[in-house]
Structures are given as C-alpha cells and as structure tokens.
C-alpha cells in the first residue's frame, strides 16, 4: 500500500461533494484564474503544494481583497523557497473566503496495520503539535462496521443524521468525547458531531489512509469551514475509487524533479493492468535494476543498501503485473536508456524478482532480449554485467533464451532461477 498525497482543493472538493454541497474554493496557477475572484470579498491564499506548517512560513495571505490577493500571488508565483533542505518552486496555490470564527478545531484519521486512529481536539490551529496533550485519541478496529445513523438525500446519497439511534461504535464514541465538553451548547455539540461523522464517513469510503483537518471551525450560519486540510490516498483504491475519485492528479511531493524517463514510465503505467514504476535515485551510479514485484523490488534494494551499495544505486522501480513484450520492451528500453548516461565504470544491470505466480517469465525475457539486441554494442562498450535471478511461470525458457541471447551478443552475465535465493547474485558486484 503506496500512499499517495493530494492537494487540499482535491481533498475538499471531494469532501463536499460527499455531503451535497458545492465547495468554493478556487485553484490559482496563473493571473487568469484571479478573474474568477469578486471584488467587496475578503479572501484567504495559499500555496497548494503539499506542505505544511505555511502560516508559519509567511506563505499564508489572510483577509485580503482581491487586488491584495493579485499581488500576493504575483509576489510569490514562481518564488523558490528552501523547506527542510529541499528547494523548490511555489506554482499552485489556493483561494478561500475568509471566514471571521471563534473556536477551531482538529480532526484526523489515520490507518495503521489493525485500526484506525482517530485524534480530536477542541483546540485547534497552528499550535496544535505543541498543546498535543489536550488532544483525545480514538482506537477503532479494522474491521468495524460503520453502522453510521443514515438518511438517504434527494440524490440517494447517503448522509449521517443527528438522531441517536442506531449508532455505531465510533458514533458512541464521538458522543462521549462531546460531552465531556460542558462549555459546548446542544446546538454547537450537535455541528461538531455531524463533521465528525461525515468525515468519518469519507475517510472510510473514499480511499483514505490519513486524513486531517486542522483547523475546522463554522461561520455564522452555522455552516462548517475547512480551514486546512491534508489527506492522503491508498494507490491500491485506485480501480475501486473511479466514481469517487474521478480524473484526480496526483502531484509530485514538493522539490521533487521529475525526469523525462519517469514521466514517460508514468504514462505508460497509465495504459496497462501490468505495475511500471520507475524513479531515479542516483543518474551516474553502478549498479541499475530491472525488478519484478513490489515486494521483490523493496528486498533487492533494500539489500543492496545493506551491502553498502545504497550510494551506487542508480534507480528504483519495478515491472510486474505479467506486461506484454511491448511493454516490457519500452519499460527497459526506457531504463537502459538512463542506464548508459551513467558516468560510472563497469556497470551492473540487476534483472530480478521473486517466483512469479501471475507473470509469464518467457515473454518478459523477450522484451528485454529484445532491447539487449538494440543496445548490445553500448553494453559492450561500457562493460556492463547482467546479473539475474528469476523464477515462475516458463522460467526455464525466459532463462535459457537470456542466457543465449547474452552469450551471442558478448554480453557478461549470471543467470539463474529459483533454485537460488533472489539477493544470492548480489555478492557477485565487485
């Protein structure tokens, strides 16, 4: 399970389409997209790129008009700023209504291995990292049932309702922690429950591994305002998720650069069932890899760091998911192409992975085999070793097929299959 992070307009805008309501905010990348802005209104802006703590960074415009708001944006578009050692340059932001509140508070929910964790505080805002102890935590098991109080909208989606009968576990919980808190009115207890529950909700239905909203607070009409929200969405909800998550982007984390080779594996993953994932670590390392299943991928390099190589890794990915030759043939064209613009000597070209069950051996080797052809006098020149270990289906054709396409190309290489343990042929990297 990856999690993968996306921007706060994203993660409200779904939000309130969960619960019938339209969200106002707007996204900001160009000059253009301020028209969208009303003059007489006070607004709040935002960079949208990921990062936290911005009020703290000065990258957080409150209560400004909408000339106040262009020449802020314009100030800041295009700035460079260093967070944490990373550099990077401010393009999105976001723009809200400034809402004038009293209380805030904080919400979030996290998934680990058997429950979900739920934290809430009554005191929320910038300082509530420092004021952590004033925050109530909720353990909820896994496998909990919602059995959330629900009442169908007019367009059949489901809402929770403020009646108290037929709660679940976490509704019970949630009216425990309420009141405790004599200061709340029945009308104030009764909004706070609502989010609580509807955001539960989302969390639950919509893909979530961590979601967190700090603060939230309601105007004057009682309605609730998001104030900042951070969320986070298991890659593994993805197929599941469509209705729900649409033609959502996910962005890069910020300062992250991504290379042209990584982009084009990106949309190549887009375009098959197989996994095709590729990110450059290190352009003039030694050692490259060709990877096959996650898991197999996370224990070679993992190990390879473990040997002390963990500088000298050029990439990591993976190619699995049983790709056709086509796309097995573009993948590695793709990563030999980075491969050869290392500066480094006597290069090593790790193909590997666990025993597959699901993946054709035979026909991922030709893929490769078919590259090996197209670039067999760059390999020779640069004195690249190929070093395999691969077991599976037709594991003994892929094999020998490798083994004799390296031996007519005068390509060194080490291959062999499951009767060896997958991370044996690292200690052949001298």
């Known amino acids: 399970m990856a999690q993968l992070a996306i921007r706060e307009y994203d993660a409200k805008n779904m939000f309130f389409n969960s619960i019938e309501k339209k969200y106002t905010g707007i996204k900001i990348s160009c000059t253009k997209d301020l028209e969208q802005l009303n003059e007489g209104k006070k607004y709040v802006i935002k960079p949208d790129m990921l990062f936290g703590k911005r009020g703290k960074l000065g990258l957080l415009g409150v209560g400004l008009s909408k000339s106040e708001i262009s020449k802020w944006f314009q100030e800041k578009k295009g700035k460079e700023i260093e967070i944490n050692g990373i550099s990077g340059t401010l393009e999105h932001f976001l723009v809200e209504d400034f809402v004038p509140h009293q209380a805030e508070y904080y919400i979030s929910f996290t998934a680990k291995r058997d429950y979900d964790e739920i934290n809430f505080s009554f005191e929320g805002g910038v300082e509530i990292e420092e004021n952590w102890e004033k925050v109530v935590m909720i353990k909820v098991p896994v496998n909990t049932p919602l059995n959330l109080p629900l009442l169908r909208g007019e367009t059949g989606k489901k809402i929770p309702l403020l009646t108290k009968e037929g709660q679940g576990e976490v509704s019970q919980q949630i009216d425990n922690l309420l009141n405790s808190n004599s200061s709340l009115s029945s009308e104030e207890r009764a909004r706070v429950r609502l989010i609580l529950l509807q955001l539960w909700d989302f969390y639950k239905n919509y893909g979530f591994t961590y979601l967190e909203v700090n603060p939230f607070c309601f105007d004057e009409n009682g309605e609730v305002v998001l104030l900042d929200m951070v969320a986070k969405l298991d890659d593994q909800e993805i197929f599941r998720q469509k209705q729900h998550w649409g033609d959502l982007v996910f962005p890069n984390t910020f300062g992250f650069k991504e290379n042209e080779a990584e982009r084009y594996i990106k949309k190549l993953d887009g375009e098959t069932g197989a996994s095709l994932k590729m990110k450059i670590l290190n352009p003039n390392a030694k050692i490259w890899t060709l990877l096959a299943g996650g898991g197999g991928s ?19 990915g993976e190619l699995s998911g049983n790709p056709t030759r086509d796309f097995t043939r573009e993948y590695t064209r793709t990563l030999f192409g980075e491969m050869l613009k290392s500066s480094a000597k006597n290069k090593y070209l790790i193909i590997a992975g666990a025993i597959a069950n699901f993946t054709n051996v035979a026909t991922t080797f030709q893929g490769i085999i ?8 760059d390999f020779r020149k640069q004195n690249i070793t190929i070093l395999v270990r691969r077991g599976g289906i037709n594991e003994e054709q892929g094999l020998a097929n490798l083994k004799q396409s390296c031996e007519t190309l005068g390509i ?8 060896s343990y997958m991370t044996d042929i690292l200690q052949n990297i001298k």
């Open 298 to 316: 996370l224990v070679m390099t993992d190990t390879l760091g473990a040997l002390g190589y963990a500088d000298n890794i050029g990439n990591y």
């Open 412 to 419: 060194p290489a080490i291959i062999t299959g499951s009767e």
């Open 370 to 377: 078919d590259i090996l052809e197209e670039k067999q006098e």
